[in-house]
Each structure stands twice: as structure tokens, then as C-alpha cells.
């Protein structure tokens, strides 16, 4: 009995569990998602007898209420802090629905309701009144209708991008009508006659606003008045203030005030922005040497090219002074002057030369290579002319050549010379000596140093010939015409041959200066040459001290002044003796047999070929 009854028992409670189950699993397929409370949403509604239903958010308070923190379940948060301005959007949308209901040309036989929340500048509040738009609050899902059943066809708000974006994006995933495509095609005609259409990107083609103001009467009262319009177009935008406009300015003058705290730059100047300042206040900054700005308000200054330079003003690029030493100015037409005077006294000297030729003195002083060393002299004085005027490829490569073969010819001419003069007095006549000062072996030694000279020239200008380049670097106002003389090695090679050349020359006349009395030509080259050298060591401090055209002004007086050394020492003495003391220029007097008791009167060295050929040394000096 009490086995049956416990059968009894268990069938019971496994068809109870059976149908619990069974139910759990239909629940279960039939369970939605679902609001589970309302929200705390505060509004204004009005959609009863309307067959269209329009829903909007406004942030009609500025704020949600923080909750305090507790383990209860959270509440919807109330809002606090009154905002007229969102409240004056809400006021607008209504009016404007009633507006479309009242007239008759707009909706024919359709009215418009609204459903309107406040979603407080809330994200929150936004997707919750987004979800009772949805949802009705009270609807397993949603049906796009709201709370009172009518049909939901847009939704206007929300007061901000963060709350139209979080509001949009549950709206989205329910297909919510977008009006972007509609209002693409919206054409209409105000009231005054203007036609407002909007073009593909949504905005309007033509249209206009009104600009109002706020005015404060004398009673206190705010009135918002028309003060003008702003009109625009595709291509034309026009700001319409009348005259006679009342508009009022908020300022302590209540006049038009500035829309920036610094006037606009002057030309010359560039924005400097002040770090913490809005970007309408600015310091203006005049521009750096070289750089211009020619309109006003420009944010930054513009560089010149490398042959203009900026102004005073900084406002205008202008070419730059170039410089070199000119034929027109003072100092270049000096020069020019100096140097033709050099080369007609050179000229005179070769004409009393010529004029007396045959007499003793001039033919004791061997007439070839004196018309060598004055055509030389000619050559180094004339040669200046090219380091004056504007530099070119051609006078570039012209000038140092020419001064450096120039000065060949004349010191391997004295060099001739002197070597001469040392063999015949310093060393024991022999057979091998009287080769030595045989008169062609001293024109080999010219021909030798001058074709030496000519063979590195030659290379200088074909391996690495001078250039004319202009030197924007050293001044920024200046565009300095120089010559870049291409390869140092090779000018040194040039012009140190003819250091050589001059070394030579002082130290045979200075071993030979033990001569007689009345031989003087030893001690003329030995001034010459130390003069020579005089000048040329002054000149390298000086050239490598100076810049721009004084540099080549150095040069050409470095040039001028050994040569004029050089034709005082050689020549002016014998040109003495030969015009204003004639009587000395006798074969008795030459060859060193006479006295000379009159100190005033300078002997030259031709005595020597008196005394060599009273010796049998066979010295052809003349035939």
C-alpha cells in the first residue's frame, strides 16, 4: 500500500517538473527584449487626434543631478540649471507645428503631433529618450511609434553632436528615416517672394538670414530687433546694414569695435603670434636682412633671390650693389694712370737706349737683354689693365699669366746678367768658364726660364683654368665680382719660378759685389732685388687683409711699385750718365782705366768688359 502510494508521489512531481520545463523552453523561445522600467523623462506631448507624430530633443536644462553612490538599484537622473536657449529651440519647433496645422495649403486634411524631451546636455538622456521613441516604454520592441501609438515619422534634436550621435546611433540600427535625401530637394517661396532651394551637398543655393539684435530700451525692457540681412548666392555673399541701422554695440563707446586686438602688418613686417593669445593677436615682427614682404598681413616674409637684397623698408627686393674696381671710379682710373706712365718711361728709357746704342756704355751693358728686361717691364705695367674693370672668363685667365711671363722674361733676363758677372769675377778663367759668358749662353738661360714658364702656364689654363664668379657671401648687400683663380698649386708653381728666378739673382750679385770701384751694376741689381722682394713680402699681409676690389687694388700696386723699382734701379743711372753726363760715357771711362774722383757720378758696370778684354777673356758683348 505504501509502495503504491510513494508511485503515485513520483509521478506527480515528474509531470509537474515535465511541464515546468516544457513552459521554461517555450518562455524561452518567445523572449524578447524589453524596457524593464521608465525613464525619468520630463517633455512636453501632444499627439492625441493627430495622424503624424514628430519627436524631438532639446537640452532644455543644462544638467543631469549626480547620484550619490549606494548599492540600490540607480534611478534615471533628474536635471537641473534652465536653458532658455534650448528652451527657445523646443518653443520654435511647437510653433512652427502649429503653424502647419492652421494652415491648409501645407498638409491637407493631416495634422501634426509632437512628443518633445529634454535630454539635459546629457549623452544619457539622449539615447534614453532615443529608446522611448523606439519603444513607447511599454512595447516588447520596437514599433516605431510613440508612447501614445501614433506613427513616429522623424526625430529633430538633439542640441549638440555627442547627443546627436549617440541618439543616431540607435536610431540607426532600427532604419529610421534619414531627411537628408528629402530635404536635398526641398523648394519653397517665402512669404516676401524669395525662392529657397538647396543644392546636393544640402545647403542652401540661395537664401538669406536675418541679423537681429538685442536691444535694452530705457524702461529696462529687451527687445530682439531687425538690424539687416545677410544675403547670399553661388557666387556672391552680401552683408546688407543699413545706414540708418540701429544696431547696438556692446562696447563702453557703443561703436563698431575692432575684430582683432592688432591692426593688420604693414608691408615690411610678419604675424608673430603671441602664445596665449587668439590667433587675431599678433606682434608685428619686421623681417630679417633679405627677406621681404610686399602686401600687408602676410604671415611670413619672403627671401630675395641671390642677386636682390631687401631694402630699407624690407618691403621690396632690389638688386644688389655690385662691386669691382671700375676704370670710372677714382681709385681704378689712378691706376690706369700710373700704369701708362710706367710704360712710357719704359718707352722713353728704350728710345735713349736705341738713340745711343753705339756708344760704350750701352754696349757694355749687353743691348739684347736690356730691350728684353724694358719690353718685360713694359709687359708687367701694362698688364695691370686687366685686373681693372668687370672680370670676365678671358681677363681671368689673361692677367696672371701675363704678369707671371712677364716677370720671367725680366728677372731670367738679369739673371743672364748677373750670372755673367759671376763667372768672370769669382772664378778662375778656364775653357769651361769662357762657355759661361759667352753671350749665348745667356740668351739659352732666357729662353730656357721663359719656355719653363710658359709650359706651366699652359697647363694651368688647360687643366684648371681661371673663372670669373660672383662672391655673394662675403657681404649680403654686395655682389662681389672676383676671379676664381682655380688651382693654388698651379699659381704657386707660376709665380714661385719667378721667386726663384729673383733668389738667383740676388745671390749672384751679392757674391760678386767685390768688384772695383767703378763698377756699379752688381750693386743696382742687388737694390733691384731687394726691393723686389721688399714689396712682394709687404703684399701678402696686405692682400690677404683686404677684400673686394681693394684686394685687386693691393695687387696692381704691388705690380706698379716692383716695376717701378726694378726700372729705377737698373736704368735711370745709366740714362744719367749717358744725358746729363756724356763725358763719362767713354771707352777710358767704361773700361775702369780712369779714376773716378767725382763721387756724384755713378759708374756702371761696363767697365768690366774692359777689364776682361785687357785680360784675353774673350766676352763678346756686342757684335
Known amino acids: 500500500m505504501k509502495m503504491a502510494i510513494r508511485k503515485k508521489c513520483l509521478i506527480l512531481e515528474l509531470t509537474v517538473f515535465l511541464c515546468v520545463e516544457l513552459y521554461a523552453q517555450y518562455e524561452d523561445q518567445n523572449m524578447t527584449c524589453r524596457l524593464m522600467r521608465k525613464f525619468n523623462l520630463t517633455g512636453y506631448v501632444e499627439a492625441e487626434n493627430h495622424h503624424f507624430v514628430i519627436g524631438g530633443q532639446f537640452p532644455v536644462h543644462y544638467r543631469t543631478i549626480p547620484t550619490s553612490d549606494s548599492d540600490e538599484e540607480p534611478e534615471s537622473p533628474m536635471c537641473e540649471g534652465f536653458n532658455f536657449r534650448g528652451f527657445r529651440w523646443m518653443k520654435t519647433m511647437i510653433h512652427t507645428i502649429k503653424e502647419i496645422n492652421e494652415r491648409k495649403d501645407i498638409l491637407p486634411e493631416h495634422t501634426l503631433g509632437y512628443q518633445i524631451f529634454d535630454n539635459c546636455f546629457s549623452t544619457t538622456k539622449a539615447m534614453e529618450s ?142 608673430g603670434f603671441i602664445t596665449g593669445q587668439p590667433v587675431c593677436c599678433f606682434d608685428c615682427i619686421p623681417c630679417e636682412d633679405g627677406y621681404v614682404s610686399e602686401k600687408p598681413g602676410q604671415r611670413l616674409c619672403n627671401p630675395c633671390s641671390e642677386d636682390d637684397w631687401s631694402n630699407a623698408e624690407k618691403n621690396k627686393c632690389v638688386p644688389k650693389h655690385v662691386e669691382f674696381l671700375a676704370y670710372e671710379e677714382a681709385l681704378g682710373f689712378t691706376l690706369v694712370i700710373l700704369s701708362i706712365f710706367g710704360a712710357l718711361v719704359v718707352l722713353a728709357v728704350t728710345v735713349v737706349y736705341v738713340i745711343h746704342r753705339h756708344t760704350p756704355l750701352v754696349k757694355a751693358n749687353d743691348r739684347e737683354l736690356s730691350f728684353l728686361i724694358q719690353i718685360s717691364l713694359v709687359i708687367t705695367v701694362l698688364s695691370t689693365m686687366l685686373f681693372i674693370g668687370k672680370p670676365c672668363n678671358w681677363s681671368c685667365m689673361a692677367r696672371q699669366v701675363t704678369l707671371a711671363l712677364g716677370f720671367c722674361l725680366c728677372l731670367s733676363s738679369i739673371l743672364g746678367k748677373t750670372i755673367s758677372l759671376f763667372f768672370a769675377y769669382r772664378i778662375s778663367i778656364s775653357k769651361t768658364q769662357l762657355i759661361s759668358m759667352h753671350p749665348s749662353f745667356r740668351k739659352l738661360i732666357v729662353l730656357l726660364c721663359v719656355f719653363g714658364e710658359i709650359g706651366v702656364c699652359a697647363s694651368y689654363l688647360v687643366l684648371k683654368p681661371p673663372s670669373m664668379f660672383k662672391n655673394i657671401e662675403r657681404q649680403n648687400v654686395k655682389i662681389i665680382f672676383e676671379c676664381n683663380e682655380g688651382s693654388v698649386e698651379f699659381l704657386c708653381s707660376i709665380f714661385g719660378f719667378d721667386v726663384l728666378l729673383a733668389l738667383l739673382c740676388f745671390v749672384t750679385t751679392f757674391m760678386a759685389r767685390q768688384l772695383p770701384d767703378n763698377y756699379y751694376e752688381g750693386k743696382c741689381i742687388t737694390f733691384g732685388m731687394l726691393f723686389f722682394f721688399i714689396v712682394w713680402i709687404s703684399f701678402v699681409p696686405a692682400y690677404l687683409s683686404t677684400k673686394g676690389k681693394f684686394k685687386v687694388a693691393v695687387e696692381i700696386f704691388a705690380i706698379l711699385a716692383s716695376s717701378y723699382g726694378l726700372l729705377g734701379c737698373l736704368f735711370l743711372p745709366k740714362c744719367f750718365i749717358i744725358l746729363l753726363r756724356p763725358k763719362r760715357n767713354t771707352d777710358e771711362t767704361v773700361g775702369g782705366r780712369v779714376p773716378t774722383v767725382d763721387r756724384s757720378i755713378q759708374l756702371t758696370s761696363a767697365s768690366v768688359s774692359s777689364e776682361l778684354n785687357s785680360t784675353m777673356v774673350s766676352t763678346v758683348l756686342d757684335e
Not at 516605431?144 to 543616431?168: C, F, P, Q, V
Not at 537628408?180 to 529657397?196: L, P
Not at 524702461?219 to 547696438?248: H, Q, W
Open 130 to 271: 532615443s529608446m522611448v521613441f523606439l519603444t513607447g516604454q511599454d512595447e516588447y520592441k520596437p514599433k516605431w511609434r510613440n508612447s501614445t501609438g501614433k506613427y513616429l515619422i522623424g526625430i529633430i534634436g538633439a542640441g549638440g553632436s555627442t547627443m546627436s550621435l549617440a541618439g543616431a546611433r540607435i536610431l540607426l540600427l532600427n532604419d529610421v528615416v534619414q531627411l537628408f535625401e528629402y530635404i536635398r530637394k526641398v523648394k519653397f517661396t517665402t512669404h516676401d517672394g524669395r525662392k529657397i532651394e538647396l543644392n546636393v551637398h544640402g545647403d542652401i543655393e540661395n537664401g538669406y538670414y536675418d541679423i537681429l539684435n538685442w536691444q535694452m530700451d530705457n524702461t529696462g525692457d529687451i527687445a530682439i530687433v531687425k538690424v539687416g540681412e545677410y544675403k547670399f548666392t553661388r557666387s556672391k555673399y552680401e552683408l546688407v546694414l543699413p545706414k540708418n541701422s540701429t544696431l547696438f554695440w556692446n562696447t563702453e563707446s557703443s561703436r563698431l569695435p575692432d575684430s582683432v586686438c592688432t591692426k593688420v602688418c604693414p608691408p615690411g613686417t610678419r604675424k
